[in-house]
């Protein structure tokens, strides 16, 4: 039996795996296994059961979120039926705005040209104040987009047939609020978590496998990774330290015999969300401190993996030894700090949904930290690290969706199918992208909980067909 069912991150703590009837089909000497019909009854059941009890679609589709906070907004007020049934997030209400300078004068210049031609044109552009009213939906007052359009004052005029109560619930709903609310909710039930490790030491493990296999890593190596695998040494966080600042690491792990260790070589630095080849660097013990602080994918490979807010603060740009003044005497100290833990899955899932509220605060503070290149640039790293998006849009509900579904799943296929449908003009291709990154959850999902219940292989089929049912369960709710 895989040494999993032994820990206390088990399966069979939430699942009955007697019950799923495995059966034997390759040849007599290949442990290649595939359900009976009723084990993948069983096995569909229990997947399904356990999204619905970790997973919400609305927190999957930010949009979808919004719609339904509107619309609960709407229906616990004290408009009449008519109107409730009337109005929606997409209900187009009026914005008088005072433009700001510059655009007035980008405006101006724009369109001088054209006031020979037409009085109302000329009085127009010659008008003392930049004012305009302009029709915007619903949603977008709610979570104040509109705000970022060109203004820099409105007053919204709400209709005449909007109840004073209704009126106020849209103007104080705090949609970001309660959006991160219900993501720590849905991220900390037992069920979650449970998926967010199981995934996490998925991919560790396979990373390490595949990094014995190389050519030229060294025995010491090998036997490193060998002795993890046989209990004998504990993965470490990773902690970033400069002069102004010092963070845990997220999705990343370090493994190394303990400090007095003889003639140990290094240890290995590992990454979470990068391609196999990628993904583990040796770090030698000779010369650490050269290594460190020479040019290299490390210091990418560190820094990115902060919050947005500490790798934009002065002093974090790069890995460099400092000196410290201690009461004991002045003392170098390294930028890269490890520590041993209980159970480094579990702090590394708690980091990561400690991240997540971080860069979601950091993505929807102000709009000029939004809007700033080199806050954006800094979030298309932090992102594509996460979700492997090549480009961050300002919109904060496209960011967020990638951001979320970074957290929820940790697969790159997935999340960027997700990005991609939260900036799609068109909404079928909107729709598209969101169910291309369900399903892919739906087969991951399957496939690596099966994978890591059973010592040998077992065949795709069996996988797709019950992935196939999550899917249209989980498409079902979503419709």
């Given at each position: ?50 999204y ?43 914005v ?19 006031e ?9 552009i ?42 106020h ?11 991160q609310?219900?993501?720590n ?29 190389r ?44 400090s ?10 590992i ?58 005497g ?83 296929a997935?999340?960027l ?63």
């Amino acid at each position: 039996m895989n040494p999993l069912l032994q820990d206390p991150l088990a399966i069979n703590e939430y699942f009955d795996i007697d019950d799923w009837e495995f059966t034997h089909v390759g040849p007599e000497n290949t442990p290649v296994f595939t359900l009976t019909p009723e084990g993948k009854k069983r096995l569909t059941k229990d997947a399904i059961a356990l999204y619905d009890r970790a997973f919400s679609v609305h927190l999957v589709n930010p949009s979808s979120y919004i719609e339904a906070s509107i619309r609960k907004i709407i229906d616990h007020s004290s408009a009449s039926q008519e109107l409730k049934e009337r109005i929606n997030g997409k209900t187009l209400i009026a914005v008088d705005s005072v433009i700001s300078r510059e655009t007035y004068i980008q405006r101006r210049s724009k369109l001088k040209w054209l006031e020979r031609y037409s009085p109302a044109v000329w009085l127009w552009i010659n008008a003392p104040w930049g004012e305009e009213t302009r029709h915007c939906p619903l949603d977008e007052i709610v979570t104040d987009t509109y705000r970022r359009k060109s203004g820099i004052w409105h007053t919204v005029k709400w209709p005449s047939d909007f109840p004073e109560d209704l009126v106020h619930a849209l103007e104080s709903a705090n949609l970001q609020a309660s959006y991160q609310a219900e993501i720590n909710r849905h991220l900390n039930t037992p069920e979650a978590a449970f998926v967010a490790k199981l995934q996490l030491r998925s991919e560790v493990h396979t990373h390490l496998r595949e990094f014995v296999k190389r050519p030229h890593v060294s025995e010491f190596y090998k036997k490193l990774v060998a002795d993890y695998f046989k209990k004998k040494v504990a993965l470490q966080l990773v902690e970033f330290a400069s002069r102004v600042s010092r963070t845990y690491v997220s999705q990343a792990l370090f493994l190394a015999y303990p400090s007095n260790a003889l003639k140990a070589e290094g240890g290995l630095l590992i990454f979470v969300g990068e391609a196999v080849e990628n993904s583990i660097m040796e770090l030698p013990n000779k010369d650490r401190q050269q290594f460190i602080q020479s040019p290299g994918p490390l210091h990418a490979l560190i820094l990115s993996r902060l919050s947005l807010h500490n790798q934009l603060r002065t002093g974090n740009e790069k890995l460099a030894y400092y000196t410290s003044f201690p009461v004991g005497g002045p003392r170098v100290v390294s930028p890269l700090q490890f520590h041993k833990v209980d159970d480094a899955f579990d702090r590394l899932n708690d980091l990561k949904i400690k991240r997540l509220n971080s860069d979601i605060d950091f993505l929807v503070s102000t709009d000029e930290e939004r809007l700033t290149a080199r806050h954006m640039k800094a979030a298309a790293k932090a992102l594509e690290l996460i979700a492997k998006a090549a480009a961050v849009p300002a919109a904060p509900v496209s960011a967020t969706a990638a951001l979320l579904l970074g957290f929820l799943t940790g697969f790159a296929a997935i999340v960027l199918e997700a990005a991609q449908g939260a900036i799609a003009d068109n909404p079928a291709d909107a729709e598209a992208h969101f169910k291309a990154a369900l399903w892919g959850y739906a087969q991951l999902v399957v496939g690596t909980v099966l994978g890591e219940s059973l010592d040998s292989a077992f065949d795709n089929e069996a996988t797709t067909a019950i992935a196939g049912e999550l899917f249209e369960h989980v498409t079902a709710l979503e419709d």
